[in-house]
């Protein structure tokens, strides 16, 4: 069965970091691409990053890029967001989702989420 | 970027009783390898999106057969030909053809 565990939300100052965890079974980690999609509360679904199966290629949403950097450990089949100078706008709830096919980056399995919050 | 655009906002169906969505995209999602890669979604309350049709039309596992997906060029509609109590959430298209994956706005579904 393939299960993901989003982890390392919470409360951050403006300008604070975190970083995100994302811990995946039940499937051959190291041959899929991976992603980041987050949801503002009651809002719609946003996408952030992506990242190759290997980890080489990586790819940021423009409102996030230079502030956040997306990571995979092959060898402990976890997904990393690392969040940096955060701000207000980017508190959310942050899901990891699983790749599905080989030619696009379509999704199909995703986290539970885990909520950001951005405040002072 | 490719816009994906929903209607309807929502949407509210008697049990029993057929629910079409639209989604529209700006530019076709038709990849070199001849697959079209729109993608629908299921987010039910307080849960994470679900997938329910990959590649246009292909059913992902364990989605009810109730559930069918359509389409080509820049339209694309989801189908549900009889809705029941638990397809209740909100509806997302999402195209995988190109980075960044963007989505529909979404289209809430009640239950009359």
């Known amino acids: 069965e393939v299960q993901m565990l989003d982890s390392g939300g919470g409360l951050v100052q403006p300008g604070g970091s975190l970083r995100l965890s994302c811990a995946a079974s039940?499937?051959?980690?190291?041959?899929?691409?991976m992603s980041w999609v987050r949801q503002a509360p009651g809002k719609g679904l946003e996408w952030v990053s992506s990242i190759s199966s290997s980890g080489v290629s990586t790819y940021y949403a423009d409102s996030v890029k230079g502030r956040f950097t997306i990571s995979r450990d092959n060898s402990k089949s976890t997904l990393y967001l690392q969040m940096n100078s955060l701000r207000v706008e980017d508190a959310a709830v942050y899901y990891c989702?699983?790749?599905?096919?080989?030619?696009?980056?379509?999704?199909?399995?995703w986290g539970q989420g885990t909520l950001v919050t951005v405040s002072s | 970027d490719i816009v994906m655009t929903q209607t309807p906002l929502s949407l509210s169906v008697t049990p029993g009783q057929p629910a079409s969505i639209s989604c529209k995209s700006s530019?076709?999602?038709?990849?070199?390898?001849?697959?079209?890669?729109l993608y629908w979604y299921l987010q039910k309350p307080g849960q994470s999106p679900q997938l329910l049709i990959y590649e246009l039309s292909s059913r992902f596992s364990g989605v009810p057969d109730r559930f069918s997906g359509s389409g080509s060029g820049t339209d694309f509609t989801l189908k549900i030909s009889r809705v029941e109590a638990e397809d209740v959430g909100v509806y997302y298209c999402?195209?995988?053809?190109?980075?960044?994956?963007?989505f529909g706005g979404g289209t809430k579904v009640e239950i009359k």
């Open positions: 989702a699983k790749g599905h096919g080989v030619y696009d980056w379509g999704t199909d399995y």
């Open positions: 999402m195209q995988g053809v190109n980075l960044p994956l963007t």
């Open positions: 039940g499937f051959s980690f190291s041959s899929y691409a």
């Open positions: 530019q076709r999602l038709l990849h070199s390898d001849g697959k079209t890669y």
